[in-house]
Protein backbone atom coordinates (compact mmCIF):
# COMPACT_ATOMS: atom_id res chain seq x y z
CA UNK A 1 0.00 0.00 0.00
CA UNK A 2 1.47 3.57 -0.50
CA UNK A 3 0.37 6.97 0.18
CA UNK A 4 1.04 10.56 -1.51
CA UNK A 5 3.42 11.51 1.22
CA UNK A 6 5.61 9.03 0.58
CA UNK A 7 5.95 10.73 -2.77
CA UNK A 8 6.52 7.69 -4.70
CA UNK A 9 6.61 7.73 -8.81
CA UNK A 10 3.53 6.26 -11.25
CA UNK A 11 5.89 3.75 -12.31
CA UNK A 12 6.72 2.29 -8.53
CA UNK A 13 2.44 3.25 -7.40
CA UNK A 14 2.06 1.04 -10.04
CA UNK A 15 4.65 -1.83 -9.39
CA UNK A 16 3.10 -2.09 -5.78
CA UNK A 17 -0.58 -2.19 -6.71
CA UNK A 18 -1.32 -3.69 -9.85
CA UNK A 19 -1.69 -6.96 -11.01
CA UNK A 20 -0.95 -6.59 -15.14
CA UNK A 21 -2.67 -9.33 -17.95
CA UNK A 22 -0.42 -11.20 -19.61
CA UNK A 23 2.57 -9.84 -17.98
CA UNK A 24 5.72 -11.97 -16.29
CA UNK A 25 5.47 -10.52 -12.69
CA UNK A 26 9.45 -10.88 -12.56
CA UNK A 27 9.98 -8.73 -15.32
CA UNK A 28 7.48 -6.17 -14.71
CA UNK A 29 9.02 -6.14 -11.42
CA UNK A 30 12.54 -5.46 -13.05
CA UNK A 31 11.41 -3.06 -15.41
CA UNK A 32 8.28 -1.23 -14.58
CA UNK A 33 5.03 -0.21 -16.70
CA UNK A 34 4.75 1.99 -20.22
CA UNK A 35 2.55 4.56 -18.93
CA UNK A 36 0.35 5.85 -21.97
CA UNK A 37 -1.14 9.25 -21.30
CA UNK A 38 -2.53 10.38 -24.58
CA UNK A 39 -3.41 9.88 -28.01
CA UNK A 40 -5.06 10.99 -31.15
CA UNK A 41 -5.52 8.83 -34.32
CA UNK A 42 -3.10 6.31 -34.91
CA UNK A 43 -0.70 7.73 -32.03
CA UNK A 44 -0.13 7.35 -28.67
CA UNK A 45 1.90 8.70 -25.94
CA UNK A 46 3.52 7.66 -22.95
CA UNK A 47 4.07 10.21 -19.93
CA UNK A 48 7.34 11.08 -20.89
CA UNK A 49 6.32 12.02 -24.04
CA UNK A 50 7.49 9.67 -26.71
CA UNK A 51 5.30 8.90 -29.15
CA UNK A 52 4.33 5.70 -30.95
CA UNK A 53 2.38 4.74 -33.62
CA UNK A 54 0.17 2.53 -32.11
CA UNK A 55 -0.31 -0.94 -34.86
CA UNK A 56 -2.35 -2.75 -32.47
CA UNK A 57 -4.97 -0.59 -32.08
CA UNK A 58 -4.88 -1.08 -28.35
CA UNK A 59 -6.19 -5.10 -28.47
CA UNK A 60 -7.34 -5.24 -31.77
CA UNK A 61 -9.87 -2.84 -30.87
CA UNK A 62 -10.00 1.20 -31.33
CA UNK A 63 -10.90 1.06 -34.59
CA UNK A 64 -12.07 4.62 -34.86
CA UNK A 65 -8.69 5.63 -33.22
CA UNK A 66 -7.85 7.81 -30.20
CA UNK A 67 -8.90 10.90 -28.69
CA UNK A 68 -12.68 10.71 -30.27
CA UNK A 69 -13.92 13.44 -28.18
CA UNK A 70 -17.74 12.88 -30.04
CA UNK A 71 -17.52 9.30 -27.79
CA UNK A 72 -16.85 10.73 -24.77
CA UNK A 73 -19.71 13.39 -25.42
CA UNK A 74 -22.32 10.53 -26.11
CA UNK A 75 -21.18 8.91 -22.96
CA UNK A 76 -21.69 11.84 -20.96
CA UNK A 77 -24.82 12.96 -22.33
CA UNK A 78 -26.29 9.13 -21.49
CA UNK A 79 -24.91 9.53 -18.13
CA UNK A 80 -26.47 12.44 -17.56
CA UNK A 81 -29.52 11.24 -19.01
CA UNK A 82 -29.60 7.96 -16.67
CA UNK A 83 -26.26 6.93 -16.05
CA UNK A 84 -27.29 3.40 -15.32
CA UNK A 85 -29.99 0.86 -15.40
CA UNK A 86 -30.21 -3.44 -15.17
CA UNK A 87 -32.06 -5.11 -18.06
CA UNK A 88 -32.99 -7.65 -15.41
CA UNK A 89 -36.60 -8.49 -15.33
CA UNK A 90 -37.89 -6.80 -18.53
CA UNK A 91 -36.43 -3.29 -18.39
CA UNK A 92 -34.71 -1.33 -20.23
CA UNK A 93 -33.22 1.69 -21.79
CA UNK A 94 -33.38 3.45 -24.99
CA UNK A 95 -29.82 3.44 -26.38
CA UNK A 96 -29.01 -0.15 -25.99
CA UNK A 97 -32.47 -0.66 -28.19
CA UNK A 98 -31.57 1.04 -30.53
CA UNK A 99 -27.60 -0.41 -30.26
CA UNK A 100 -28.84 -3.70 -30.94
CA UNK A 101 -31.45 -3.03 -33.90
CA UNK A 102 -28.72 -1.35 -35.45
CA UNK A 103 -26.54 -4.19 -35.60
CA UNK A 104 -28.97 -6.80 -36.38
CA UNK A 105 -29.51 -4.21 -39.43
CA UNK A 106 -25.84 -4.38 -40.52
CA UNK A 107 -25.51 -8.27 -40.46
CA UNK A 108 -28.84 -8.73 -42.50
CA UNK A 109 -28.10 -5.63 -44.99
CA UNK A 110 -23.71 -5.80 -44.75
CA UNK A 111 -23.45 -9.54 -43.99
CA UNK A 112 -26.35 -11.80 -45.67
CA UNK A 113 -26.98 -12.44 -42.09
CA UNK A 114 -30.71 -12.00 -41.93
CA UNK A 115 -30.83 -15.17 -39.51
CA UNK A 116 -29.43 -13.31 -37.13
CA UNK A 117 -32.42 -12.50 -34.66
CA UNK A 118 -31.63 -11.74 -30.75
CA UNK A 119 -28.63 -9.80 -29.01
CA UNK A 120 -27.39 -10.83 -25.37
CA UNK A 121 -25.29 -7.79 -24.01
CA UNK A 122 -22.25 -8.25 -21.93
CA UNK A 123 -18.81 -6.21 -21.04
CA UNK A 124 -15.90 -8.65 -22.64
CA UNK A 125 -15.35 -10.98 -25.43
CA UNK A 126 -14.58 -13.50 -22.69
CA UNK A 127 -18.49 -13.17 -20.70
CA UNK A 128 -19.53 -13.44 -24.40
CA UNK A 129 -18.25 -16.64 -24.77
CA UNK A 130 -18.94 -18.05 -21.53
CA UNK A 131 -22.38 -16.55 -22.13
CA UNK A 132 -22.05 -19.05 -25.42
CA UNK A 133 -21.02 -21.57 -23.54
CA UNK A 134 -23.45 -21.88 -21.43
CA UNK A 135 -26.43 -21.46 -23.90
CA UNK A 136 -25.30 -23.92 -26.40
CA UNK A 137 -26.03 -26.10 -23.33
CA UNK A 138 -29.27 -24.55 -22.36
CA UNK A 139 -30.52 -24.71 -25.54
CA UNK A 140 -29.77 -28.87 -25.99
CA UNK A 141 -31.30 -29.44 -22.65
CA UNK A 142 -34.68 -27.80 -23.53
CA UNK A 143 -34.21 -30.30 -26.24
CA UNK A 144 -34.18 -32.56 -24.47
CA UNK A 145 -30.43 -34.01 -25.56
CA UNK A 146 -28.97 -33.33 -22.21
CA UNK A 147 -25.89 -35.69 -23.13
CA UNK A 148 -25.02 -32.81 -26.13
CA UNK A 149 -22.64 -30.94 -24.05
CA UNK A 150 -19.18 -30.77 -25.50
CA UNK A 151 -17.47 -27.90 -27.91
CA UNK A 152 -14.88 -28.20 -30.28
CA UNK A 153 -12.76 -25.40 -30.49
CA UNK A 154 -9.29 -25.24 -32.15
CA UNK A 155 -5.48 -25.35 -31.50
CA UNK A 156 -4.20 -22.13 -31.65
CA UNK A 157 -7.73 -20.03 -31.59
CA UNK A 158 -8.30 -17.31 -28.48
CA UNK A 159 -11.78 -17.20 -27.42
CA UNK A 160 -11.18 -15.36 -23.84
CA UNK A 161 -9.73 -16.03 -20.25
CA UNK A 162 -12.58 -16.69 -18.15
CA UNK A 163 -13.27 -20.39 -17.27
CA UNK A 164 -15.71 -21.67 -20.08
CA UNK A 165 -13.29 -19.35 -22.63
CA UNK A 166 -10.16 -19.54 -21.27
CA UNK A 167 -10.88 -23.41 -22.11
CA UNK A 168 -11.83 -22.66 -25.34
CA UNK A 169 -8.62 -21.01 -25.71
CA UNK A 170 -6.51 -22.83 -28.07
CA UNK A 171 -3.00 -21.30 -26.60
CA UNK A 172 -1.09 -23.66 -23.86
CA UNK A 173 0.59 -20.69 -22.08
CA UNK A 174 -3.08 -19.84 -21.33
CA UNK A 175 -4.07 -23.32 -19.84
CA UNK A 176 -0.78 -23.39 -18.04
CA UNK A 177 -1.24 -23.63 -13.98
CA UNK A 178 -4.96 -22.39 -14.50
CA UNK A 179 -6.40 -26.37 -14.43
CA UNK A 180 -7.35 -25.67 -18.39
CA UNK A 181 -9.30 -26.68 -20.37
CA UNK A 182 -12.06 -28.30 -18.08
CA UNK A 183 -13.63 -30.92 -19.29
CA UNK A 184 -16.00 -31.15 -22.28
CA UNK A 185 -13.87 -28.32 -24.13
CA UNK A 186 -11.94 -30.57 -27.34
CA UNK A 187 -9.31 -28.92 -29.76
CA UNK A 188 -8.82 -29.82 -33.32
CA UNK A 189 -6.30 -29.18 -35.51
CA UNK A 190 -5.17 -25.46 -36.80
CA UNK A 191 -5.84 -24.52 -40.25
CA UNK A 192 -2.85 -22.43 -41.00
CA UNK A 193 -1.55 -23.30 -44.22
CA UNK A 194 1.86 -22.20 -44.26
CA UNK A 195 3.02 -23.60 -41.06
CA UNK A 196 1.48 -26.65 -40.78
CA UNK A 197 0.97 -27.65 -44.56
CA UNK A 198 2.73 -31.08 -45.20
CA UNK A 199 5.74 -31.32 -48.21
CA UNK A 200 3.88 -31.34 -51.61
CA UNK A 201 0.03 -30.54 -49.89
CA UNK A 202 -1.49 -27.91 -51.44
CA UNK A 203 -4.26 -26.00 -49.97
CA UNK A 204 -7.06 -28.17 -51.47
CA UNK A 205 -5.21 -31.10 -49.75
CA UNK A 206 -4.37 -29.25 -46.65
CA UNK A 207 -8.21 -27.98 -45.70
CA UNK A 208 -9.48 -31.28 -46.68
CA UNK A 209 -7.05 -33.18 -44.10
CA UNK A 210 -8.21 -30.68 -41.79
CA UNK A 211 -11.65 -31.01 -42.47
CA UNK A 212 -10.88 -35.01 -42.17
CA UNK A 213 -9.28 -34.43 -38.44
CA UNK A 214 -12.54 -32.90 -37.09
CA UNK A 215 -14.93 -35.34 -38.80
CA UNK A 216 -12.54 -37.38 -37.09
CA UNK A 217 -12.98 -36.09 -33.65
CA UNK A 218 -16.67 -36.11 -34.18
CA UNK A 219 -16.49 -39.56 -34.87
CA UNK A 220 -14.54 -40.18 -32.12
CA UNK A 221 -16.57 -38.40 -29.15
CA UNK A 222 -19.77 -39.54 -31.01
CA UNK A 223 -21.78 -36.52 -32.61
CA UNK A 224 -24.92 -36.56 -29.87
CA UNK A 225 -22.56 -35.73 -27.22
CA UNK A 226 -21.46 -32.35 -29.21
CA UNK A 227 -22.93 -29.06 -28.63
CA UNK A 228 -21.04 -26.65 -30.73
CA UNK A 229 -17.75 -25.87 -33.05
CA UNK A 230 -16.33 -22.08 -31.91
CA UNK A 231 -14.27 -20.54 -34.60
CA UNK A 232 -12.70 -17.04 -35.17
CA UNK A 233 -12.95 -16.37 -38.69
CA UNK A 234 -9.61 -15.24 -39.09
CA UNK A 235 -7.34 -16.20 -36.16
CA UNK A 236 -6.29 -13.10 -34.41
CA UNK A 237 -4.10 -13.50 -31.68
CA UNK A 238 -3.03 -17.17 -33.14
CA UNK A 239 -1.15 -15.52 -35.84
CA UNK A 240 -3.74 -13.82 -38.11
CA UNK A 241 -4.62 -17.19 -39.52
CA UNK A 242 -6.49 -17.06 -42.45
CA UNK A 243 -8.72 -19.69 -43.10
CA UNK A 244 -7.70 -22.20 -46.36
CA UNK A 245 -9.44 -22.32 -49.34
CA UNK A 246 -13.20 -23.99 -48.94
CA UNK A 247 -12.57 -24.51 -44.98
CA UNK A 248 -15.41 -22.60 -43.86
CA UNK A 249 -18.23 -24.38 -46.43
CA UNK A 250 -16.46 -27.84 -45.70
CA UNK A 251 -16.94 -27.38 -42.11
CA UNK A 252 -20.22 -25.65 -42.05
CA UNK A 253 -21.35 -28.60 -44.23
CA UNK A 254 -20.06 -31.48 -41.72
CA UNK A 255 -21.53 -29.61 -38.48
CA UNK A 256 -25.19 -29.54 -40.37
CA UNK A 257 -24.74 -33.05 -40.78
CA UNK A 258 -24.42 -33.32 -37.27
CA UNK A 259 -26.72 -31.14 -35.52
CA UNK A 260 -23.62 -29.12 -34.27
CA UNK A 261 -24.35 -25.28 -33.66
CA UNK A 262 -21.72 -23.24 -35.03
CA UNK A 263 -20.07 -20.12 -33.30
CA UNK A 264 -18.36 -17.22 -35.01
CA UNK A 265 -15.76 -15.06 -32.60
CA UNK A 266 -15.66 -12.02 -34.11
CA UNK A 267 -14.52 -9.83 -31.48
CA UNK A 268 -11.63 -9.32 -33.00
CA UNK A 269 -12.80 -9.56 -37.20
CA UNK A 270 -16.57 -7.64 -36.58
CA UNK A 271 -16.77 -3.94 -37.28
CA UNK A 272 -14.48 -3.31 -40.10
CA UNK A 273 -11.18 -4.81 -38.83
CA UNK A 274 -11.03 -7.79 -42.20
CA UNK A 275 -12.02 -4.41 -44.62
CA UNK A 276 -15.97 -6.13 -44.22
CA UNK A 277 -18.25 -4.99 -41.68
CA UNK A 278 -18.32 -9.08 -40.14
CA UNK A 279 -16.10 -11.61 -41.62
CA UNK A 280 -19.70 -13.88 -41.24
CA UNK A 281 -20.22 -11.54 -44.83
CA UNK A 282 -16.60 -11.82 -46.03
CA UNK A 283 -16.35 -15.99 -45.89
CA UNK A 284 -20.61 -16.45 -46.36
CA UNK A 285 -20.65 -18.36 -42.87
CA UNK A 286 -24.18 -18.92 -41.34
CA UNK A 287 -23.46 -19.07 -37.53
CA UNK A 288 -26.02 -20.09 -35.31
CA UNK A 289 -23.85 -17.91 -32.94
CA UNK A 290 -22.05 -14.47 -33.03
CA UNK A 291 -19.43 -12.98 -30.64
CA UNK A 292 -19.13 -9.37 -30.69
CA UNK A 293 -16.69 -6.97 -28.71
CA UNK A 294 -13.94 -4.42 -28.92
CA UNK A 295 -14.66 -2.88 -32.43
CA UNK A 296 -18.49 -2.41 -30.94
CA UNK A 297 -17.39 0.46 -29.15
CA UNK A 298 -13.44 0.61 -30.18
CA UNK A 299 -13.54 -0.37 -26.82
CA UNK A 300 -14.15 3.46 -25.44
CA UNK A 301 -16.28 1.54 -23.06
CA UNK A 302 -16.81 -2.07 -22.36
CA UNK A 303 -19.32 -3.60 -24.44
CA UNK A 304 -19.96 -7.78 -25.75
CA UNK A 305 -22.32 -9.27 -27.24
CA UNK A 306 -23.91 -12.76 -27.95
CA UNK A 307 -25.88 -12.19 -31.43
CA UNK A 308 -28.15 -15.64 -31.78
CA UNK A 309 -30.04 -16.88 -34.63
CA UNK A 310 -33.89 -17.47 -34.79
CA UNK A 311 -33.32 -21.18 -34.67
CA UNK A 312 -32.09 -20.40 -31.01
CA UNK A 313 -34.63 -17.96 -30.19
CA UNK A 314 -37.47 -20.01 -30.75
CA UNK A 315 -36.35 -22.46 -28.83
CA UNK A 316 -35.62 -20.38 -26.18
CA UNK A 317 -39.02 -18.87 -26.56
CA UNK A 318 -40.95 -22.06 -26.75
CA UNK A 319 -39.54 -23.50 -23.48
CA UNK A 320 -40.53 -20.00 -21.74
CA UNK A 321 -44.05 -20.85 -20.36
CA UNK A 322 -42.49 -23.78 -18.60
CA UNK A 323 -38.65 -23.28 -17.87
CA UNK A 324 -39.72 -19.23 -16.41
CA UNK A 325 -37.42 -16.25 -16.02
CA UNK A 326 -34.07 -17.22 -18.63
CA UNK A 327 -31.78 -16.84 -15.41
CA UNK A 328 -28.50 -15.51 -16.67
CA UNK A 329 -26.99 -11.98 -16.89
CA UNK A 330 -24.79 -9.25 -15.81
CA UNK A 331 -25.56 -6.28 -13.64
CA UNK A 332 -23.84 -4.10 -16.67
CA UNK A 333 -25.80 -6.20 -19.39
CA UNK A 334 -27.45 -3.99 -21.59
CA UNK A 335 -25.68 -0.74 -20.04
CA UNK A 336 -26.97 2.88 -21.54
CA UNK A 337 -23.85 4.43 -21.78
CA UNK A 338 -22.36 1.19 -23.82
CA UNK A 339 -25.06 1.23 -25.56
CA UNK A 340 -24.73 5.39 -26.80
CA UNK A 341 -20.97 4.99 -27.15
CA UNK A 342 -21.47 2.01 -29.60
CA UNK A 343 -24.00 4.09 -31.07
CA UNK A 344 -21.61 7.53 -32.06
CA UNK A 345 -18.95 4.77 -32.68
CA UNK A 346 -20.97 3.43 -35.65
CA UNK A 347 -21.90 6.63 -36.55
CA UNK A 348 -18.31 7.79 -37.53
CA UNK A 349 -17.45 4.46 -39.09
CA UNK A 350 -20.32 4.96 -41.72
CA UNK A 351 -19.85 8.87 -41.76
CA UNK A 352 -15.84 8.34 -42.77
CA UNK A 353 -16.24 5.51 -44.67
CA UNK A 354 -13.74 3.39 -42.18
CA UNK A 355 -15.26 -0.27 -43.65
CA UNK A 356 -13.52 0.99 -47.03
CA UNK A 357 -10.80 2.40 -45.42
CA UNK A 358 -9.59 -0.59 -43.78
CA UNK A 359 -10.02 -2.68 -47.42
CA UNK A 360 -7.85 -0.12 -49.33
CA UNK A 361 -5.36 0.75 -46.32
CA UNK A 362 -4.54 -3.07 -45.41
CA UNK A 363 -4.30 -4.16 -48.94
CA UNK A 364 -1.46 -1.07 -49.44
CA UNK A 365 0.13 -2.04 -45.78
CA UNK A 366 0.21 -5.78 -46.92
CA UNK A 367 1.54 -4.55 -50.99
CA UNK A 368 4.43 -1.90 -49.33
CA UNK A 369 5.71 -4.97 -46.15
CA UNK A 370 6.00 -7.57 -49.06
CA UNK A 371 7.52 -5.41 -51.29
CA UNK A 372 9.87 -4.00 -48.38
CA UNK A 373 10.67 -7.42 -47.22
CA UNK A 374 10.29 -9.12 -49.69
CA UNK A 375 14.24 -10.06 -49.56
CA UNK A 376 14.82 -10.46 -46.25
CA UNK A 377 15.85 -14.39 -45.62
CA UNK A 378 13.77 -14.56 -41.91
CA UNK A 379 10.52 -13.17 -43.49
CA UNK A 380 8.42 -16.01 -44.90
CA UNK A 381 5.00 -14.87 -45.38
CA UNK A 382 3.15 -11.75 -45.12
CA UNK A 383 -0.53 -11.76 -45.10
CA UNK A 384 -3.92 -10.45 -43.82
CA UNK A 385 -7.30 -9.31 -44.78
CA UNK A 386 -8.22 -5.81 -44.15
CA UNK A 387 -6.23 -3.96 -41.40
CA UNK A 388 -5.50 -8.02 -39.93
CA UNK A 389 -1.89 -8.33 -40.63
CA UNK A 390 0.84 -10.28 -39.88
CA UNK A 391 4.55 -11.07 -41.05
CA UNK A 392 6.00 -14.32 -39.95
CA UNK A 393 9.32 -15.41 -39.34
CA UNK A 394 11.62 -18.30 -40.39
CA UNK A 395 15.06 -19.50 -39.91
CA UNK A 396 15.35 -20.46 -43.56
CA UNK A 397 12.67 -19.12 -46.37
CA UNK A 398 13.80 -21.36 -48.76
CA UNK A 399 13.12 -24.92 -47.06
CA UNK A 400 9.84 -23.40 -44.61
CA UNK A 401 12.57 -24.30 -41.14
CA UNK A 402 11.09 -22.29 -38.51
CA UNK A 403 12.98 -21.09 -35.67
CA UNK A 404 13.37 -22.64 -32.66
CA UNK A 405 10.23 -21.33 -30.31
CA UNK A 406 12.13 -20.93 -27.20
CA UNK A 407 14.28 -18.44 -29.49
CA UNK A 408 10.76 -15.80 -29.84
CA UNK A 409 12.77 -14.12 -32.68
CA UNK A 410 9.83 -11.81 -33.54
CA UNK A 411 9.83 -10.60 -29.67
CA UNK A 412 13.41 -9.05 -30.38
CA UNK A 413 11.60 -7.77 -33.61
CA UNK A 414 8.76 -6.04 -31.75
CA UNK A 415 11.06 -4.41 -28.79
CA UNK A 416 13.67 -3.17 -31.94
CA UNK A 417 10.26 -1.33 -33.62
CA UNK A 418 9.33 0.00 -30.20
CA UNK A 419 12.63 1.80 -30.13
CA UNK A 420 11.68 3.02 -33.38
CA UNK A 421 8.57 4.13 -32.78
CA UNK A 422 6.11 1.56 -33.89
CA UNK A 423 4.09 -0.13 -31.49
CA UNK A 424 2.72 -3.58 -32.83
CA UNK A 425 2.23 -7.35 -30.98
CA UNK A 426 4.37 -10.17 -30.80
CA UNK A 427 2.15 -12.89 -31.12
CA UNK A 428 1.66 -16.33 -28.79
CA UNK A 429 1.73 -19.56 -31.19
CA UNK A 430 4.36 -18.98 -33.54
CA UNK A 431 7.18 -16.50 -34.61
CA UNK A 432 4.66 -13.68 -35.80
CA UNK A 433 4.03 -9.97 -35.64
CA UNK A 434 0.72 -8.51 -36.31
CA UNK A 435 -0.47 -5.22 -37.78
CA UNK A 436 -3.91 -4.12 -36.60
CA UNK A 437 -3.91 -0.24 -36.46
CA UNK A 438 -6.88 1.93 -36.06
CA UNK A 439 -9.40 1.77 -39.41
CA UNK A 440 -8.16 5.48 -39.80
CA UNK A 441 -5.00 4.87 -40.73
CA UNK A 442 -3.39 6.99 -43.77
CA UNK A 443 -0.80 6.19 -47.05
CA UNK A 444 1.34 8.67 -45.57
CA UNK A 445 1.25 6.66 -41.59
CA UNK A 446 1.76 3.48 -43.49
CA UNK A 447 4.71 4.42 -45.00
CA UNK A 448 5.86 5.60 -41.94
CA UNK A 449 5.19 2.22 -40.20
CA UNK A 450 6.79 0.50 -42.77
CA UNK A 451 9.65 2.20 -42.69
CA UNK A 452 10.17 1.86 -39.44
CA UNK A 453 9.49 -1.47 -38.67
CA UNK A 454 11.86 -2.07 -41.53
CA UNK A 455 14.69 -0.12 -39.43
CA UNK A 456 13.71 -2.41 -36.41
CA UNK A 457 14.39 -5.76 -38.52
CA UNK A 458 17.46 -4.28 -39.81
CA UNK A 459 19.13 -3.60 -36.28
CA UNK A 460 17.69 -7.10 -35.04
CA UNK A 461 19.22 -9.11 -38.23
CA UNK A 462 22.84 -9.75 -36.03
CA UNK A 463 20.50 -11.48 -33.47
CA UNK A 464 18.31 -13.31 -35.93
CA UNK A 465 21.17 -15.03 -37.93
CA UNK A 466 22.84 -16.12 -34.51
CA UNK A 467 19.10 -17.72 -33.25
CA UNK A 468 18.90 -19.30 -37.08
CA UNK A 469 21.44 -21.52 -37.11
Same mark, same amino acid.
Given at each position: ? &??????????????? @?????? &?????????????????????????????? *???????????????????????????????????????????????????????????????????? $?????? +??????????????????????????????? %???? &??????? &???????????????????? @????????????????? $?? !?????????????????? *????????????????????? %???????????????? *????????????????????????????????? *????????????? @??????????????????????????????? /??????????????????? /????????????????????????????????????????????? +?????????? !??????????????? %??????? @??????????????????????????????????
Amino acid at each position: M &TSAAQNYSLEEMDRQ @SLIHPA &TSIADHLKNGPTIISGGSGVRVKDRHGREL *IDCGAGLWCVNIGYGRAELGEAAAQAMRDLGYYHTFGSHSNEPIIRLADRVLSLFREKAGAGHLSKMF $FGTSGS +DANDTNFKLVRYYNNLLGRPQKKKVISRLGS %YHGL &TYAAGSL &TGLAAFHKAFDLPIEGVLHT @SCPHFYRFAESGEDEEA $FT !ARMVGDLEALIAREGAET *IAAFIAEPIMGTGGVFLPPKG %YFDRVQELLAEHDILF *IADEVITGFGRTGAWFATGLFDLKPDIVTLAKG *ITSAYFPLSASVI @SEKIWEVLRDASPEMGPLMHGFTYSGHPVGG /AVGLANLDIMEREGLIENS /AAMGAYLRTQLAERLGDNPFVGDVRGAGLMVAVEFVADKQSRRFF +DPQTQPHRIV !ARKALEEGVQLRALP %YGEINSF @SPPLCITRSEIDEVVERFAHGLERSMPELRQLAR
